[in-house]
């Protein structure tokens, strides 16, 4: 038996599947937003103090209800003055994996409907556990 994948977990649940039995695509996003959101709130950005500026996602498997639960993963790749970039996987529980997406980041401040710079202790943080989690 394999030992546990680590990142964040999430349940496949029926709704989230298609006439093909298997995730939809559109949900695959969700999956990965919820990753990159705990991932990023471990680092002290909440989920309203970014937007997505780009993604690519790569499909090499589907997600199927024999999955049950999938992990996701988030490293951070690079870190700019107000943008990152992360690169995150769907893993099927035994590590195998499902997904490869990297997304664009920006942070955001909602009051200027702008970015805005990631500070010192936020970029300490994203490089801290991306090492973490590559380790």
Request: net charge negative; proline share 2%; with cysteine.
């Amino acid at each position: 038996m394999s030992a546990p994948v680590a990142g964040h977990r999430v349940q496949v649940r029926w709704k989230d599947l298609d006439g093909l039995g298997h995730v939809n695509n559109a949900v695959v996003l969700t999956y990965l937003e919820e990753g990159r959101d705990a991932f990023l709130e471990a680092c002290g950005i909440n989920r309203d103090q970014y937007v997505v500026g780009r993604c690519s996602i790569t499909f090499l498997a589907e997600i199927d209800p024999s999955h049950g639960d999938v992990v996701v993963t988030c490293v951070v790749e690079e870190v700019g003055r107000s943008s990152l970039r992360t690169r995150e996987s769907i893993l099927a529980t035994d590590g195998g994996v499902i997904v490869e997406a990297e997304f664009g980041l920006v942070l955001w401040d909602s009051e200027t409907r702008g970015s805005r710079p990631i500070t010192d202790r936020e970029r300490a943080e994203l490089t801290r556990r991306s090492e973490e989690v590559l380790a």
